[in-house]
């Protein structure tokens, strides 16, 4: 049994549901943060960390941080570019405007790649971009919780070390990292960002990023200090290391509990790493063709720009969120209503990430596409469509 | 009988323990940030917030935001002061020296007024101070938690408006918030900061910061923007006024399960605020008559400016921490060593905050004080002193 008071079930692009371990980590009794048992648990969150994004090159470093997953735009923006230098943002929807807001307030010049909704620059038109002005750092939204667009983060970076070697490449993997596939040395990128409470299946409130060896150069060789104290990479470098060789080191207090939650997690996921995106990806390719049975488009347009963790799905002429929101929760079951601000009266995002898509005896996901079809018909008739 | 697995007291000056029902609320099922359940309970911790606070004035602005204490001085230092102005650090040890850092990196002139280790400077050198420049802000450290030292809030923001009434009064109350009086509104005071570990007995991973109209005012009256996007008060203004307003709004995912756990630990606190302060009064004056009886001195030289959280003790000559933290682990209790760098070697730390101190039927401090009686003398038996 379920040590979970019975809920509806979170089935929208995070917060998502929790495995049972990983709420029972959240509740751990106190600890000093400087304990040898807490040193050894932080530090092997790390190494965890690292398992995660593939990675086994000694000169990358994750970071994890009290924070939301903005305080990783804040630590790439800090510390990776400087103040007049130039920004290029592949921009497929919300995340990528506030993403280039956060750049140009540490003086980022920042040029923004914007795809149609729904889409995402070709690897021809960023070539293009690459070539017209000498960038520091490029970014890309892995997977846009506004749209559910999913970016070609593989193609990117092979593209960037071919015409623009000495780009910095950031991936904003909020809404990817634990449900897309990232290989992070393979790919050769420079730094990932994410948060606790996507598809790695901790509850909120962890920054988690993962930078290389070229990123750390950079912000170790800037002419000018990084403009935050907190999301200063030069202040927190020497607290990871030191505690992923099981030394105790203090710079702020790491939020203990909520590091259990996630050591518990990641010892979970990092099981079998390949194995958890292939059930995203084959769980992914159920609701979308669920969805289009449905008669429904996704806001994503074409098939290889579909994220595997979550749909955008637009509704039916003449039904708006609000129709159609409370017949699912009626039936149990929590979506969310649009988010770009352009189109966020026509669509809803279903969430498939984490125990909802890995555990199939929950049936979250069969009991969600059912609440979305009965809901639908609902809402339909009480439209009189 | 309490959900927690039996382990050792952890009396450091935060992280603390924490009463089960605070444990409880960390393992809350997964909830959406912008739910109306979440949005309730985020707006009335926001509401307890001003009541730890003692304040009523509806100027006045609580944030709450996921990050470590240190988060606020960011947030203090990218808002409210800008490059080029000065700022009056009263330094009482490691903690003003930090904070003075974090200034200097959002281009403020610091100037330290140190007070010798184990004292806090008088009213009339404050006085002195302020009458040499003209001062944006002055920070103070309500209790450092390096020494123990109690900083005069009350007299010294009296000072200020007496003196130089347009300087912003900033304390850091990281380790004071919860066990040492405020009155924001009636001391004039206009920015607290603080954290959720300590005597406010919520798990680490929130900041919390207090602020007056007048510092909001001169957040919003910036010449120039403010050179931090997470630590931005523009950005997370709309979102605390809307949710104590009971409306979902978003900048980035507030730590859900968190905000559960300080919501508990606040709805107990606010029972009676002025009755909590008076029992940690009274549990700190039996912890430093125990300690004079023992022969030991604190660090905190005068009565006056001994913090009622904590108290920093002097071991007896020829003993080091090492010496006797085991003793006192031994027995099931955990004090912190010392942390002030130029005296770390010759003194030790207990916290009395929170639970420990307002639930007598734990006997912890009497368990303490007994295990730090025995300690002692075995350090001593076995060093032949």
Known sequence: ??????????????????????????????????????????????????????????????????????????????????????????????????????????????????????????LEEVEQALKEKSYKVITLTHVDTSTGVLSDVKGVAQLVRRVSPETLVVVDGVCSVGSEEIAFDEWDLDAVLTASQKAIGCPPGLSIVMTSGRAIQAAQSRKTPPSSYYASIANWLPIMKNYENNKASYFATPPTQLVHALHTTLTQITVDVPARFAIHAKVSDKVKAAVAELGLKQVASRPECQAHGMTAIYLPEGLVPADVLPGLLKRGVIFAAGLHKEIATKYIRFGHMGVSVTDPKRGDIDNALTALKEALTEAKQAKGL
């Open 1 to 122: 049994m379920s040590i979970q008071t019975p809920h509806n079930t979170l089935l929208i692009p995070g917060p998502i549901e929790f495995d049972d371990a990983v709420l029972q980590s959240m509740s751990h009794y106190a600890e000093s943060h400087v304990a040898p048992g807490f040193v050894k648990v932080f530090g092997e969150t790390l190494t965890l960390v690292r398992k995660v994004f593939q990675s086994t090159n000694p000169a990358a470093q994750p970071f994890i941080i009290a924070g939301s997953g903005t305080l990783g735009w804040d630590l790439v923006s800090a510390n990776l570019i400087e103040r007049g230098e130039n920004a290029l943002v592949l921009n497929t929807g919300y995340f990528g405007d506030s993403f280039g807001q956060c750049l140009e307030t540490y003086g980022a010049n920042v040029t923004h790649l914007k795809a149609p909704i729904g889409d995402r620059s070709s």
